[in-house]
């Protein structure tokens, strides 16, 4: 079993998870393959490694044991990949892809760091969600990270962080919004394949707005966009412009007072971004690092 460390790892997720389901979307894998996994150890062992209870999975004795040891295991086996990528010593350049909220707010405070871990150069390339998986199955670049999930099947799919869509104007907006503000305001809206788009449209009309009766000034096909003319809007102006956007792209403004976030009364606009890459690569060692060090940094 040792030389199949995929299994262990599978078990070390779900304990860290607590939940079989949750281990499943952090490794990009099914729920059955990770239930297969763990009764492969146990059947392996002739021992229970984990109950599964309500309030999620508790380890037997014997569990904590193998526990102890599978962190060791990994412990070594990511410091040897970090050996091994120093005997490789390949000049290549790394190339990521990356949708516009994730390659223009997110990735450029981590590129350093990517670049510490394989020791070679890393390019980022930022287009739509579509755009960047049609060049991960062309081969066009190494790894994808997307804010909406385009499934297919020679791709493995992580679940990366989490995101939160909210409404922000330059003008002072009521914490909870109600159907009446949101009826009230000038509106810029991103293109309708955007997938920040569909979710808006689909949370609005859980809570019975029609946004396709909003007034609507413009329609912009990127949140920098967006965000710099919500900035330059008049902030006097009787109608407050407003859109929604991924609170990651505005942050800076918000803390600065320049803009300010608002929410759907009692509704949260949220999501996951993905970490993709083509399953041929599953153990490719500089892929492995590049991952496994984003999914250190899931909380941004």
């Known amino acids: 079993m040792l030389k199949d460390f995929a299994k262990l790892q599978t078990f070390l997720?779900?304990?860290?998870?607590?939940?079989?389901?949750?281990?499943?979307?952090?490794?990009?894998?099914?729920?059955p393959a990770v239930t297969q996994q763990i009764k492969f150890i146990e059947d392996y062992l002739d021992t229970k490694i984990v109950e599964r209870k309500k309030n999620g999975i508790l380890l037997t004795k014997e569990g904590e044991d193998l526990y102890r040891i599978a962190q060791k295991l990994?412990?070594?086996?990511?410091?040897?990949?970090?050996?091994?990528?120093?005997?490789?010593?390949?000049?290549?350049?790394?190339?990521?892809?990356?949708?516009?909220?994730?390659?223009?707010?997110?990735?450029?405070?981590?590129?350093?760091?990517?670049?510490?871990?394989?020791?070679n150069e890393v390019f980022l390339n930022v287009e739509l969600s579509s755009d960047i998986i049609a060049q991960l199955e062309d081969k066009k670049i190494d790894i994808a990270l997307i804010e909406s999930p385009i499934f297919k099947d020679n791709i493995i799919y992580r679940e990366w962080v989490e995101d939160e869509l909210v409404i922000f104007s330059n003008q002072q907006l009521?914490?909870?919004?109600?159907?009446?503000?949101?009826?009230?305001?000038?509106?810029?809206?991103?293109?309708e394949s955007s997938h920040t788009r569909i979710l808006t449209a689909d949370a609005?009309?859980?809570?019975?707005?029609?946004?396709?009766n909003?007034?609507?000034?413009?329609?912009?096909?990127?949140?920098?966009?967006?965000?710099?003319?919500?900035?330059?809007?008049?902030?006097?102006?009787?109608?407050?412009v407003a859109s929604v956007m991924?609170?990651?792209?505005?942050?800076?403004?918000?803390?600065?007072?320049?803009?300010?976030?608002?929410r759907i009364k009692d509704h949260k606009i949220e999501r996951k971004f993905y970490i993709a890459y083509l399953k041929e690569r599953k153990h490719d060692a500089f892929i492995d690092n590049v991952v496994n060090y984003l999914l250190s940094i899931n909380k941004v």
Request: one cysteine or more; hydrophobic letters at 40%; a positive charge.
């Open 214 to 240: 909003f007034c609507v000034m413009g329609v912009l096909t990127s949140p920098t966009a967006i965000k710099s003319t919500i900035l330059h809007a008049d902030p006097k102006a009787l109608k407050p």
């Open 13 to 31: 997720m779900v304990i860290k998870e607590k939940s079989f389901s949750k281990a499943s979307a952090k490794l990009g894998i099914s729920q």
């Open 74 to 119: 990994d412990k070594t086996i990511s410091s040897s990949e970090k050996e091994l990528l120093k005997i490789i010593n390949k000049e290549f350049t790394f190339v990521m892809g990356a949708s516009f909220t994730i390659g223009n707010y997110i990735l450029p405070s981590y590129i350093a760091d990517i670049k510490k871990k394989i020791s």
């Open 204 to 212: 609005f009309e859980e809570v019975n707005v029609p946004c396709d």
């Open 174 to 191: 009521p914490k909870q919004l109600k159907h009446d503000d949101l009826m009230s305001y000038d509106w810029i809206c991103r293109e």
């Open 246 to 262: 991924s609170r990651h792209v505005i942050k800076d403004e918000v803390k600065d007072g320049k803009l300010f976030e608002a």
